[in-house]
Each structure stands twice: as C-alpha cells, then as structure tokens.
C-alpha cells in the first residue's frame, strides 16, 4: 500500500509540475486525490481533517494575492518600483540594493508569488527604459525571483508554506513575528550580499534617470491608490489584533479583499458623463423638441471581473488535493519514517535540530516541490514527538527549508515556474540548467546564515 501512495504523488506531483496540455494545477491535484480515495490511501474521513489543515491558509493567500492584483492595476507597485529608482540616483549598484529591498518589502506583505509575478515584469520594463544590457538585466530580474522567496520569511501571511506551518502547530501570528522577523532580517541581508558578490561584474556602475517615468503618472486610479495604505495598515493590525481574540486570519484577509475590490468596482468621480447625442424631448409651454444631452455611464478605471478571475482560486483545489495526497503518505507510515530521523537530529542538539531539519526540508522542497514537502516535514516534526527548544527549532527550520528551498531548482515552488514562464513572454528564457547553477550559489550559503541565526534567536527567548 505504501508503494501504491507513493506511486500516486509521483504521478500527482508530475503532472501538478508539467501541467500537459494546461492542464490547471488543481485538477491534476483533484484527480490524484480521487484515485487515492478510490484505492483506500486515504478515506473520506480524512477530507474534513486535511480541510481543516489548509482552509486558513488557502484562504488568506488568495485574499492577498487578490488585494496585491487589484493594487498593481491601480499602479501602486510601478509608483513604488518608479521612486525607488530614482532614488538610486544613477547608482547602479544602489539600484540593484534599493531593487532587492523593495521585493523584500512586497513579498513579506503580499507573500512570494505577489513578489515574483508583480514585481519582475516592471522591473523587466525599467529596465529596457534604462537600456540595461541582457547580462545586466538578468541579474536584477535574477534577484527579483530569488528575494521572492528569500524575502517571505517575517511574516505568516509572507508564504503560503508559512500558514500551513503555523495552523498546524498552533502558532499565533504575534509568536511567529517574534521568532521570525529578526531571522528574516538576517536571512534577507545573507542574499542581498550573496546576490551582489555573485553579480558584482555585471551589475552597471551607473544609469541616465531621465530615463524613468514620472511615478505619479503610474498611478490609474488614485482612490484605488489611497485606500491601498489604509488597507495595508488595517491589514497588519487586524492579524496582531485577530490572533488573541482567535479570529483566523483568513477573516481579516478576506474582509480588506472585499474591501478593496468594491472600492476598484465603484463607479468613478464623473462615471455620468454627456454626450451630443440627440434624445427626443417632450414639448411643453414655451418649449420645443431639439436635441438634449444624454448622460452615459463610463466604465470604472479597473476592470474588477478580470482581476478576481485572475485571482489564483486553483490554489484552493490545489491544496485540497494535494494534501489529501500527501496525507495518504502519513496514513502508509511515510512520515513516521521521517519523524524517526526528526528526532534522531533533535537528540544531538539545538544544530542538529535546526540543520538536520532545514536541509532535509531543502533537499525535499528542491525535488518534490516546498508545498507537499511542507506537510509531510510537518506530519514529521510532529511524529519526532520532540518538546521545548529543539522541537522549537524543528518546526522553523521547516518553514525556513520550505521558503528557501525551493530556489535550488526550477520546480521548487509553484512561483517559480510561474516566473520563468513570465519571463519567458517577456523574451528572457532562463533554462534550467543555467537555474540550477545560480539558484544552488544563492540559496545554501544563505539557508546556513538564516538556520544560525534561527538557532541563536530562540536559544536566546526561548521556546
């Protein structure tokens, strides 16, 4: 039976990563989720409880994602991207840091994917008003992809793998902040150093701002704009008010969504407007028939419908199906295996727990994709039945390898392959090969310096 299970996440997995034919990443994860139910991997009993694992965390990210769409076609993202280039001053190397933090920055609020799909193809189009040469191009857009991920440590809602992890162990969202924001501080100044040691000869010593754009130009809807910081501030609050009052996040994440989509759906200032054309008027008194202006409704400046179906709501499939998949591994006693290696890395010590740990989910993310990894690791670290500082230590380096993991290789993560197949419309192919050379340069020596860092911090607070 085991090797049935794990026949059919092979099977799931491959087609979840190729996609044959379109196929959307949801229905792959459906149809291996409904032959794992036909052949009693897992039972229908285990529907609501993997539900109950991914709801809040499939949720959230949607509402995020959403909010982050709605955004960037307001021109909040280019605004940003605009100003932070002119800040660079024609500084090349200034740019490049000023670029990585700003992917820090969205990432960490509106999670990895909103970093990698937002931010590169504005970059990508600033840097063809710069003139940049190809070498130089790839190497910021390289580090927009790579700080994607890099940067969606601080927060819960940073990274779907984050939620996931946090539900599961009943980590509240302040706790997760405190354990994790001076981590991801370290983890993001490790890549920034590793990105400009790596592509120091090409980076371009200086740039002509008079290249640029007017970042108040980039703006399209101004109220869409404005009420972006107010959601942002609501949205920040509300997570550390909802987490002792016990309301998911999901709820918070969902109300600011519906928030701002019905601000984008509004009809804008002057939506009435005349027009010459004539309208038959009744004749009274005094007064004759002629042409009367007539008022004709124009359209609001964002087209709401194509953002929401935009949206990525094969995300909800997707986790459903895949973890009812990945469950059916831990019924077969898969992830009671793991959880005996688990906890042989917590019996040697605080750096067994966080390195064996974080390695194992690095290694397993790179080839089996961070989002299954995260709940078998999880499923693990639970199994490993550790307490105190290294159990601690189990569960953030699992977030730790499931968010940094996953940029060793092309199929890490669901992001990435979306990134690369942006890129690719642009005109910038990134073969894999040439991926995996720079993704495995990049991403160990910063694993290393965050998963120190990680075991310094919580020996420090404590469990």
């Keep these: 039976m085991l ?6 996440f092979l099977a799931t997995l491959t087609l ?3 996609q044959p034919r379109n196929l959307p990443i949801g ?20 529907v609501p409880t993997v539900w109950d694992i991914v709801w809040n965390a499939t949720i959230t990210f949607v509402a995020v994602i959403l909010i982050s769409l709605v955004l960037d076609e307001a021109g909040f993202f280019e605004w940003a991207a605009l100003h932070v280039a002119r800040w660079g001053r024609g500084n090349g190397k200034l740019l490049f840091t000023l670029i990585v933090l700003l992917g820090a920055a969205i990432a960490a609020v509106f ?17 063809v008003a710069l003139r940049f040469s190809p070498a130089a191009s790839l190497a910021y857009v390289m580090a927009c992809g790579f700080i994607a991920d890099a940067g969606s440590l601080p927060l819960v809602v940073s990274n779907l793998v984050n939620i996931v992890t946090a539900d599961f162990f009943e980590i509240g969202f302040a706790r997760y902040a405190v354990v994790m924001v001076p981590v991801a501080i370290a983890s993001l100044l490790a890549s920034l150093l590793v990105l400009r040691l790596y592509f120091r000869k090409v980076i371009p010593p200086t740039y002509d701002v008079g290249l640029l754009g007017d970042p108040a130009a980039a703006i399209k809807d101004p109220l869409v704009f404005r009420a972006g910081w107010v959601v942002l501030g609501v949205l920040l609050v509300g997570y550390f008010v909802a987490d002792p009052l016990g309301v998911p996040i999901a709820a918070v994440a969902t109300l600011c969504a519906v928030g701002i989509v019905l601000i984008a759906a509004r009809q804008p200032a002057g939506a009435f407007r005349t027009t010459g054309a004539p309208v038959l008027a009744t004749a009274g008194p005094g007064h004759g028939a002629g042409p009367t202006p007539r008022a004709t409704r124009e359209r609001p400046t964002i087209d709401v419908l194509s953002v929401v179906r935009g949206a990525p709501w094969q995300v ?11 469950y059916g591994l831990r019924n077969q006693g898969l992830t009671d295996d793991l959880g005996d290696l688990f906890r042989s890395f917590a019996d040697s010590g605080s750096f067994g727990a966080a390195y064996g740990t974080g390695f194992v989910v690095t290694g397993l993310s790179s080839v089996m994709n961070n ?10 670290v639970e199994a490993a039945g550790a307490t105190g500082l290294p159990h601690q230590l189990m569960v953030y380096a699992t977030v730790i390898g499931a968010d940094l ?9 669901l992001a990435t392959l979306l990134w690369l197949h942006v890129l690719d419309r642009k005109g910038i192919h990134i073969g894999w090969g ?3 050379r720079v993704g495995i340069v990049l991403t160990i020596p910063v694993i290393l310096v965050t998963l120190l860092v990680l075991t310094g911090w919580l020996t420090l607070i404590g469990p």
Excluded: E
């Design 405 to 413: 993991g996953p940029k060793i290789t092309p199929i890490g993560s």
């Design 27 to 46: 229905v792959s994860a459906l149809a291996g989720a409904a032959v794992a139910l036909a052949t009693g991997v897992v039972s229908f009993s285990d």
């Design 111 to 127: 999670a990895n994917d909103g970093a990698a799909l937002i931010l590169t193809p504005i970059v990508i189009n600033m840097l």
């Design 434 to 436: 040439t991926y995996f």
């Design 371 to 380: 989002m299954p990894t995260v709940l078998v690791a999880s499923l693990g």
């Design 316 to 326: 909800v499939l997707f986790s459903l199906g895949m973890y009812l998949v990945v």
């Design 16 to 18: 979840v990563i190729w």
């Design 3 to 8: 090797a049935l299970a794990i026949a059919i």
